[in-house]
T-cell receptor
Framework: NAGVTQTPKFQVLKTGQSMTLQCAQD?????MYWYRQDPGMGLRLIYY???????DKGEVPNGYNVSRLNKREFSLRLESAAPSQTSVYFC????????????FGSGTRLTVV | GNSVTQMEGPVTLSEEAFLTINCTYT??????LFWYVQYPGEGLQLLLK?????DKGSNKGFEATYRKETTSFHLEKGSVQVSDSAVYFC???????????FGQGTELSVKP
């Protein structure tokens, strides 16, 4: 009954460092998403993967890359972190073709100093 | 394009007060509408949803009605509790497209 699992929960990076945020879901969902949450701005879509083997840019993709490793896993990579990427990152998944809404992970709080 | 606008927060209420959080949307076609809730330190949880005009979503005493004529999906609860303190997000998506578009969120604080 894990749902969507994100790691790590917290991370502090120095400007210019790289890191990968991991996300895995065990619900056999087709679609997966990465959002960032910033105060007063709601959640904004970074990248998404409608199905295994495909990825597409969302609203704010600059500075990020993604990999849909298999149906379960969807990772988000910051190649050269910047202070503007300080945020809370949420991964979500959804069964394609449904209106069930999304299932969200518990988030990764990233601080870039 | 598609967008969601929520009333500004924070909203502070006394326990047992009536709650309304306004949400309006702009979208092509007939999106599904959602309310998500985020408790402190946690991820988002689906609170309720509605998939077509005049549908009413309800859960845990919260209700929202899909009003196509006013493009609105206002969240209501008759008597709030301290445990309802959280951030509430209105959102829309199309089943085919799948991307969930959020409003900016409304923080609710309920005082005893």
């Amino acid at each position: 009954n894990a749902g969507v699992t994100q790691t790590p929960k917290f991370q502090v990076l120095k400007t210019g460092q790289s890191m990968t945020l991991q996300c895995a879901q065990d619900m056999n969902h087709n679609s997966m998403y990465w959002y960032r949450q910033d105060p007063g701005m709601g959640l904004r879509l970074i990248y998404y993967s409608a199905s295994e083997g495909t990825t597409d840019k969302g609203e704010v993709p600059n500075g990020y890359n993604v990999s849909r490793l298999n149906k379960r896993e969807f990772s988000l990579r910051l190649e050269s972190a910047a202070p503007s990427q300080t945020s809370v990152y949420f991964c979500a998944s959804r069964k394609q073709g449904t209106d069930y809404g999304y299932t969200f992970g518990s988030g990764t709080r990233l601080t870039v100093v | 394009g598609n967008s969601v606008t929520q009333m500004e927060g924070p909203v502070t209420l006394s326990e047992e007060a009536f709650l309304t959080i306004n949400c309006t949307y702009t979208a092509t076609g007939y999106p599904s509408l959602f309310w998500y809730v985020q408790y402190p330190g946690e991820g988002l949880q689906l609170l309720l949803k509605a998939t077509k005009a005049d549908d009413k979503g309800s859960n845990k005493g919260f209700e929202a009605t899909y009003r196509k004529e006013t493009t609105s999906f206002h969240l209501e609860k008759g008597s709030v509790q301290v445990s309802d303190s959280a951030v509430y997000f209105c959102a829309l998506s199309h089943v085919q497209g799948g991307k969930l578009i959020f409003g900016q969120g409304t923080e609710l604080s309920v005082k005893p």
